[in-house]
């Protein structure tokens, strides 16, 4: 202000009055062009206030080269993950505060960047302990806010990998339905008590989120009915729906392929969480920035069948390796809106997501008018090339 200041000491009412006009006129003009160029339309929150309507949101472990993140790219970063000890509290790893002050530095390129703790993941055990009672979901939750205070992050995410359910070498419990309820419902009281402390309103309040998966099982051991009440929005693990000990299919796809009843599809996993009266803006389907693998297929039109599951691996080897290369051709399933690989001599078949199906996920997500979409994971494409085309179409 005071360099604008200088230099109209001692003018004429006109001159001022005129210039104030062209700088009013100007502020206008600046202002109305932000809100065209802005690459988020923006909704109402719970409590009011506005926030973007497409979040674009990366899971990131600790391989992540953070300093080459496009960090205007995103809405937020779960960072994977925090862990529950066998005490029931939360704690990180002892690389983990050094790349939060990576991940922090971040907003200097875009201060509406989110920072998360995600805890959990597959085969974290120790959740049921921490759910089970009062005290204990006090004392987790009390944890969860020690770290988010310590490091300055915006919110919490849990990965529970699933209640109720027989894991890999998980403890679990058939109370672990309403238990994780309560815990959540816990978590939100105490976020809700330090945004308040803090002054924090609107978008810059406290998240709570879940990674959550569709079918059957989920469901029965949730109450996705109640516990979304609690939270800000659910990330839907839309991947893995074919992999080891299944036979070859789309692991990401939307829809089904033709004449094939599948296991599950990021589609029926939507439904699923809106037949549980979810709003649609709180549902956050998932893209798989990895690639899996089958070989010696029977058939692979019309339909998929036979094969033996070979491997996963991350999109920038897909690229480098595979990518209409060393035999292999890329396809595209227009009935799941998938693309795919096939090697004819060789009888494999490698499922991964591309930039036209990640286009058709953005047309679903507009179309259901859902909350955005997250992935697994970024260290999978340092390129960023599947995460350009995200942005292109949900900015």
Known sequence: MEKGSKGRTGASPIALSASLSALLLLACLLAALTACASPRVLRDTRDGSRAPKYRVIAYAMGRTDFDRVGAAKLTHINYAFGLVSTNGEAFVRTNAPSHFAQLQA????????????????????????????????????????????????????????????????IKFRAEDKENFTAMLRELRRQLDALSDERKRAGADRYTLTIASAGGTNYFQHTEMDKLHAYLDWINIMTYDLYGVGTPPGHHAGLFAPAGVTPRRTTDSDVQDHLKAAIPAHKLVIGAAFYAKSWTNLTTIEPTITGGKFQRGFSYSILARDYLNKNGFQRRWDKAAQSAYLWNPETKTFISYEDSESLRAKSRYIKKLHLGGIMYWEHSEDPSETLLDALTKELH
């Open 106 to 169: 971040l907003k200097a390129r875009n201060p509406n960047l989110k920072i998360i703790l995600s805890i959990g993941g597959w085969g974290a055990d120790n959740f049921s302990d921490a759910a089970l009672t009062d005290a204990s979901r006090e004392k987790f939750a009390s944890s969860c806010l020690a770290i988010l205070k310590r490091y300055a992050l915006d919110g919490i995410d849990l990965d529970w990998e699933y209640p109720g359910q027989r894991g890999p070498g």
